[in-house]
């Protein structure tokens, strides 16, 4: 009976392969911690308000790499989490919309109906959470979209780019492209794309600075939501004739200015 036995478990070790020690799978969690937040237009951590997109780096963010696409928005309801992916961020235990997930890099919009002050952010792969950060929103933290040469996004009226070889020039009305600029008027709804525009509260007291002298306010002809995009804001600027070739250009509110550093292709 022994030798049957040792007989079957022989060919039963033969057929299956030689036995391996089971080891318990360790659950892997997402891991971030709040200095590796960025404000993604100023792609600078400490720098945060309502409705504007942040990225958030580390490791073990999420299984794949996906951006959204266009069939990922229905009707104009932005989504909490990417078909295929398990990400999902929460902002003050809210879900905020997602734009892109990769292992060591997500991209988010925080929610326009969140107020000045400190909010949790939270990432959570497929029902495993990491670690609860706090980041501090401002009422606004203006900075401009730029280019990776440091140029900042802007467009004649025809919709082609301002770069070195088509700079803009005096007089032209150009449109910059920001975040940050915080409430409008009518309000954006939350997780919606806008669909008017909608000027800036704080228009009056809305600056563009080019060397860092301020611009004429009479020259800044809209500021405001960028309609059918979210979480992105438009400025169309008339140049003044005195202005300088290639200036540093900032926006914002006294106190309240983008980062320096963003050029602006003018001859």
């Known amino acids: 009976m022994m030798r049957a036995s040792l007989k079957i478990c022989c060919g039963l070790v033969a057929l299956l392969g030689p036995v391996r020690p089971v080891h318990s799978q360790v659950p892997v969690y997402p891991s971030y911690s709040a200095s590796s937040i960025a404000n993604a237009a100023a792609n600078i951590a400490g720098f945060y308000a309502a409705n504007i997109f942040i990225s958030i780096y580390g ?3 999420s299984s794949v790499t996906q951006a959204i696409l266009a069939s990922d928005i229905h009707y104009i309801n932005l989504p909490g989490q990417l078909p295929g992916s398990g990400v999902r961020v929460l902002i003050n235990h809210q879900p905020a919309s997602i734009f892109y997930v990769s292992p ?7 929610p326009i109906t ?3 002050g400190p909010v949790v952010v939270q990432v959570v792969d497929d029902g495993r959470a990491g670690p609860e950060v706090v980041i501090r929103l401002d009422e606004a933290a203006p900075a401009l979209f730029a280019m990776e040469d440091g140029l900042a996004i802007a467009t004649h009226l025809d919709g082609q780019l301002v770069t070195r070889e088509s700079p803009a020039g005096r007089g032209e009305i150009v449109v910059l492209y920001a975040g940050g600029l915080g409430a409008t008027s009518p309000t954006t709804v939350a997780s919606q794309i806008p669909q008017v525009p909608a000027r800036l ?3 009056s007291s809305f600056q563009v600075l080019l060397n860092g002298v301020p611009v004429d306010s009479s020259k800044i002809l809209y500021a405001g939501v960028a309609p059918f995009f979210a979480g992105l804001f438009q400025i169309n600027l008339r140049l003044p004739d ?7 250009i900032r926006i914002g509110f006294p106190g309240q200015l983008s980062p320096p550093g963003r050029l602006l292709p003018l001859r």
């Open 59 to 61: 490791q073990h963010l």
């Open 242 to 248: 005195y202005a300088p070739n290639d200036p540093d």
């Open 114 to 116: 969140l107020t000045p």
């Open 201 to 203: 509260v704080r228009s």
């Open 104 to 110: 060591t890099q997500v991209n988010v919009l925080i």
